[in-house]
């Protein structure tokens, strides 16, 4: 073998090497984003599920002040897609709480957001907000909250009773979502795992979510803490 050929093979080797480091590096980064698409994909299908594969249903989102959060963007993407593949489902809208938060986390940590506390005006949901958003969507079948749940005031319960809406919570686990399992108001919350789970590699969607998350209804709630 002359130094030519041995330099091209060197050549060769390095380049494949380094094809291989990138392409590896790139599939890790998209594998950070599975969890949340898998979130919003199977929250997707279990509301889909409670309202019976038709009607309207609400949204309420973060509002995170101009900051950019790629998880949250990439559950939301996955939740609207997994709605658009049933026509007999729309959003009949979008509304936004103001959350207060710090920096964008530098880790990939499975938490949702937490509202906090301002010195001056309340952020993040309040009592009496829902209870409003049943009133101006009356026709809708389910609100489903994509941050925590505010403790509810008489006027809350009382129209979510007399509308019948569903209402379901993404978010972190509250210790009071217990009785509002126990006197249906609260018909579906999705919580992170206290430990994702590790084992077999995740083949689909189902597989992502139930490593991180559970589904919790009135049958399983007392389990909780």
């Not at 980064?29 to 599975?34: G, P, Q, S």
């Not at 709480?97 to 880790?107: E, F, H, N, R």
């Amino acid at each position: 073998m002359n130094k030519k050929t041995a330099f091209i093979l060197i050549a060769v080797v390095i380049l494949a090497v380094g094809a291989t480091l990138y392409l590896k590096r790139g599939s890790s980064r998209k594998n950070v984003l599975k969890p949340f698409q898998a979130l919003g994909t199977v929250a997707a299908q279990e509301t889909v599920k409670l309202i019976g594969d038709q009607g309207l249903i609400v949204l309420v989102v973060p509002d995170f002040g101009g900051t950019a959060y790629p998880t949250f963007d990439a559950q939301m993407a996955a939740f609207r897609t997994e709605i658009q593949k049933h026509p007999g489902i729309t959003i009949a809208g979008t509304e936004t709480i103001k959350v207060g938060l710090s920096a964008p986390p530098t880790t990939s940590k499975l938490k949702f957001v937490e509202p906090t506390l301002a010195a001056r005006a309340p952020v993040g949901p309040q009592p009496g907000q829902l209870g409003e958003l049943v009133a101006n969507y009356t026709t809708a079948k389910a609100i489903v909250y994509f941050v925590d749940l505010p403790e509810l005031n008489a006027g809350d319960v009382a129209a979510l009773k007399q509308q019948g809406t569903k209402l379901i919570a993404i978010s972190d686990w509250q210790p009071y979502y217990k009785s509002l399992f126990a006197d249906n108001l609260l018909q579906l919350s999705v919580v992170p795992r206290p430990q994702p789970e590790t084992g077999k590699k995740p083949r689909d969607m189902k597989d992502w979510f139930d490593r991180s998350y559970a589904l919790v209804t009135a049958d399983n709630a007392a389990n909780l803490p």
